[in-house]
């Protein structure tokens, strides 16, 4: 990679970064359910699919399954998620957002909602398709 393009990636990563600092200001509202960083990238697995098991959360995550259930002992209790066996594994159990859990997701739909009111205002229609494009192949090829 020449020094040219080593920059642009570095400073692609910074502007990213930048606007991730920037739409921590949208999220504060988000701050009175008291979550750790680790259980909202948890809960905002439930944004992709509904249901998940341990396994699959500490896979997608790529953390133990031990910390995955700590993490999820937690949300339970508060009612962010809830569990129930799965009726064909009985060692097994499908999570799913519990009220509290839905409510949370609620909020950030609402959130999403003005963040995109406020894209629409500053993207056309070809730089929003180019950003989605470019975003997509940077996480195909980080997975």
């Not at 080593?6 to 692609?12: G, L, N, S």
């Not at 200001?25 to 909202?40: D, I, V």
Request: aromatic share 10%; glycine share 2%; hydrophobic share 40%.
């Amino acid at each position: 990679m020449n020094d040219t393009r080593k920059q642009q990636v570095i400073e692609m990563y910074r502007q990213i970064d930048e606007l991730d600092l920037l739409f921590t200001k949208y999220f504060t509202e988000l701050n009175e359910f008291e979550l750790s960083y680790q259980q909202e990238q948890m809960l905002l697995l439930f944004k992709r699919q509904d249901t998940w098991t341990t396994t699959e959360i500490a896979t997608k995550m790529n953390i133990s399954k031990s910390a995955v259930s700590q993490v999820l002992k937690v949300l339970e209790q508060r009612e962010f998620v809830q569990k129930e066996k799965n009726p064909d594994n009985l060692r097994e159990s499908f999570i799913r957002l519990g009220p509290i859990g839905m409510a949370y997701s609620k909020q950030i739909d609402a959130i999403e909602e003005r963040l995109a009111e406020e894209m629409f205002s500053v993207l056309e229609d070809d730089e929003m398709t180019m950003i989605n494009r470019s975003l997509a192949l940077m996480i195909k090829k980080f997975k």
